[in-house]
């Protein structure tokens, strides 16, 4: 009988087989480096890339800075520009409010009541004068509260007071100005001169 000793090729057929598969590994291995490396230097790339991108824009933005602080300035002067010119056409719209209301109050006058001074602050017209006697300041105050420029007439004070020897009361009334009503009065009313009053000048206060 003969025998044959296989050992050895199965030995070496093991060895064949492990030098396969360490070529392969080696092989992936090498592979895997190859493509990490390619993304690596592409990502690199991209990076450096976008950092000079980055830095050029930086650049253009400084660049651009004093410019952009030119235009907010002259953002700024235009507006506070416009404020100015809206306050200016406000005080120009109601400059004639002070005559027509003068003129709307003359008109509410009573025969026997004058006026010595007119005061208005914050929408609120302070007006003395002096008046025959009580009944003639109640008939003044009846009359504006009929009138449209104004929205509230308060009297404020009454008291006796000698003027070349005549015995008047004089009166102060606080008047809440409706300036919605401004604008139309200013179109259809008229000033009209006071004609038949104390000469204001010559009033005596004490």
């Keep these: 009988m003969i025998k044959i000793n296989l050992l050895p090729f199965r030995a070496e057929r093991r060895r064949e087989f492990v030098r396969k598969q360490l070529s392969i590994m080696a092989l992936s291995l090498i592979l895997a480096l190859a493509v990490m490396g390619i993304l690596y230097f592409?990502?690199?790339?991209?990076?450096?890339?976008?950092?000079?991108?980055?830095?050029?824009?930086?650049?253009?933005?400084?660049?651009?800075?004093?410019?952009?602080?030119?235009?907010?300035?002259?953002?700024?002067?235009?507006?506070?520009?416009?404020?100015?010119?809206?306050?200016?056409?406000e005080l120009d719209r109601n400059r004639p409010a002070p005559v027509v209301i003068l003129a709307d109050l003359n008109?509410?006058?009573?025969?026997?009541?004058?006026?010595?001074?007119?005061?208005?602050?914050?929408?609120?017209?302070?007006?003395?004068?002096?008046?025959?006697?009580?009944?003639?300041?109640?008939?003044?105050?009846?009359?504006?509260?009929?009138?449209?420029?104004?929205?509230?007439?308060?009297?404020?004070?009454?008291?006796?007071?000698?003027f070349e020897g005549f015995e008047l009361k004089e009166f102060t009334i606080n008047c809440q100005i409706d300036r919605t009503s401004l604008p139309e009065a200013l179109q259809q009313n008229k000033p009209e001169p006071q004609t038949d009053g104390l000469k204001i000048e010559g009033v005596d206060h004490g």
């Design 42 to 89: 592409q990502i690199h790339s991209r990076v450096t890339r976008t950092r000079a991108t980055l830095t050029k824009t930086n650049q253009q933005i400084k660049a651009l800075e004093p410019i952009v602080k030119k235009i907010e300035f002259y953002k700024k002067q235009k507006e506070d520009l416009g404020k100015k010119i809206s306050v200016i056409i």
């Design 107 to 162: 008109r509410q006058r009573p025969e026997k009541l004058w006026f010595i001074s007119l005061k208005e602050n914050a929408g609120v017209l302070s007006l003395s004068g002096v008046a025959i006697d009580h009944e003639t300041i109640v008939s003044f105050l009846e009359n504006l509260k009929l009138s449209p420029l104004l929205k509230k007439a308060d009297l404020d004070l009454v008291r006796a007071r000698k």
